[in-house]
């Protein structure tokens, strides 16, 4: 009964994440009027949610262990686990030793320790499958949807927006403000979308999850050079099935592309891009041989080619591309200068709490559209244009890892990168033993051989791998909606194991 209830939150909360931010900025215009920054009140349900999510799974676990005929299914704590309790208490200590506030230090707990958190609890407790296969195919329906809105909002006005409750001013994160609706690239009038989430970059990294359970639905099928014109492939929308049954037809790839392609976020592509390649390879070396593949791969190439010499500005921003190789240089000495770090909230997203949103224009670059905006630190090159005080610009590496190196030091950013690499290795070991390739002289008890399916495992194994990647030019994991729904399910392929001799 628990577990069901536990596994039923868990939908609603994976379910509703997308919409977040859409949802906090609407129902904030309707409470308080237009111009407000979401109300604390409707922000704060996702972490309340997890909590009783949380909560529940952590007396299922505290059941198990003082039940003797189930205390031997439990989880023993591994370096996955220990690794997390060390870095938070590094964290703890760092934070205070360096005078970091109460608020700050609860900012940066929610962005860096949260996710992890619920998930060496959740891991302790037993996922169905069915809940995996409901999950998997909620995510496809929402993932079609939010491309098909993000898609309609490149050619919305601006006045729909505002009517809405974001923000008159695009591009621009504003602590006492709406969120922007969408954002320009740089000396253009092109959209980057973001559909219902808080930017373009976020939303290209959610879409990174339907794209893998997609991407691997579709490479299960017996015949992968099914036409994408296919009858079949169109009635499958309407037959009720299993995913592993369900073909992912090509159109869907094709949707979520494009939706990809419109947010212009190039960390996104990069992850995107290395996870299908991998899940390729992975099907089948002689897949990527076969004459059907080259001519999609020179088509795509030829596609990117002709793209990247018509629009120069889209794809090499300079502005964009600096900061991408300006910022981690600037975290990597701030990590020299202060190798024991400076305490929860000193960089990445949580740093923008409480600090100046400030704006880095290039020397060419005309600074007088910025008087509307007075309190904005707008500088040119290295100089200050306004306003006249001093600002507090917010610290952001660019770089997840960095990120956690500014925080928590030379040896947090260790303990981390450590715990990423035995994630990944533990649910690389979770795909073999699904597919019936472990060997050596332990193996998993049947709950994970045998209730998780290659295609979730699988899935999981890519999207974590993928935001990994992300996370060297991004803060990947910044995103409640990608953070909380990815920590989940690995939590839920992950699930309590024993290890026990092979007979």
Same mark, same amino acid.
């Given at each position: 009964?628990?577990?069901? =209830? $536990? ?63 189930? $205390? ?7 370096? %996955?686990?220990?690794?997390? =309790?060390?870095?938070?208490? #590094? ?44 999950? !998997? ?47 320009? %690239?740089?000396?253009?009038?092109? $959209? ?14 959610? @879409? ?6 997609? #991407? ?11 036409? %994408? ?30 939706? =990809? ?26 897949? @990527? $041989? ?45 990590? #020299? ?136 030019? #991004?803060? !990947? ?27």
């Amino acid at each position: 009964m628990m577990q069901r =209830l $536990r596994e039923s939150l868990a939908l609603v909360l994976i379910g509703v994440l997308p919409f977040h931010a859409f949802l906090v900025t609407v129902l904030t215009r309707l409470i308080a009027g237009p111009g407000h920054a979401p109300l604390t009140m409707l922000t704060i349900w996702k972490e309340a949610l997890l909590a009783v999510i949380v909560l529940i799974a952590l007396l299922e676990w505290i059941a198990a262990v003082l039940d003797r005929a189930r $205390r031997s299914d439990t989880l023993p704590f591994d370096w %996955i686990d220990g690794l997390i =309790l060390i870095l938070l208490n #590094l964290a703890i200590v760092v934070s205070a030793a360096a005078h970091v506030s109460l608020g700050q230090f609860f900012i940066g707990f929610k962005y860096d320790f949260i996710a992890p958190l619920s998930f060496l609890v959740l891991r302790r407790v037993p996922w169905s499958g069915t809940f995996l296969r409901r999950v !998997s195919m909620m995510l496809l329906v929402i993932g079609g949807v939010l491309a098909l809105e993000g898609i309609d909002s490149f050619f919305l006005p601006q006045s729909f927006f505002s009517w809405l409750g974001y923000s008159d001013f695009h591009s621009l994160y504003m602590p006492s403000g709406p969120i922007a609706a969408f954002q320009q %690239i740089a000396g253009t009038s092109i $959209r980057r979308i973001q559909s219902t989430m808080s930017g373009p970059n976020q939303f290209g990294l959610w @879409l990174l999850i339907p794209w893998c359970f997609a #991407l691997q639905t579709w490479l299960r099928q017996p015949s992968l050079k099914q036409s %994408i014109f296919s009858t079949e492939a169109v009635k499958a929308i309407f037959r009720r099935a299993r995913p592993a049954e369900t073909p992912t037809f090509p159109w869907y790839l094709l949707l979520l592309a494009i939706a =990809l392609l419109l947010t212009f976020s190039r960390t996104a592509w990069i992850a995107v891009a290395l996870v299908t390649i991998i899940a390729l390879l992975h099907r089948n070396t002689e897949l @990527l $041989r076969s004459w059907f593949n080259r001519r999609v791969a020179v088509a795509v190439g030829t596609v990117a080619l002709v793209l990247l010499v018509a629009f120069p500005p889209v794809f090499f921003r300079l502005s964009s591309t600096r900061g991408h190789l300006d910022r981690p240089i600037e975290g990597i000495v701030t990590i #020299l200068a202060h190798p024991f770090g400076l305490g929860l909230g000193s960089a990445g997203p949580a740093s923008n709490h409480g600090g100046d949103t400030c704006v880095f224009l290039q020397p060419h670059d005309d600074p007088s559209w910025a008087k509307g905006i007075p309190n904005l630190c707008v500088y040119v090159g290295a100089t200050k244009v306004q306003p006249a005080r001093n600002c507090h610009c917010p610290l952001l590496p660019e770089n997840w890892y960095l990120q956690i190196g500014i925080e928590m030091g030379v040896i947090g950013f260790g303990l981390y990168v450590a715990l990423v690499i035995l994630l990944l290795r533990k649910l690389q070991n979770a795909l073999r033993q699904c597919s019936g390739q472990a060997n050596g002289a332990w193996r998993m008890k049947e709950q994970l051989a045998t209730r998780n399916s290659p295609l979730a495992t699988q899935s999981v194994f890519l999207i974590f791998l993928g935001l990994s990647i992300a996370g060297l030019f #991004l803060h !990947s994991w910044e995103d409640s909606a990608v953070a909380y729904t990815v920590w989940v399910l690995v939590a839920a392929v992950l699930k309590r194991t024993t290890p026990e001799p092979v007979k």
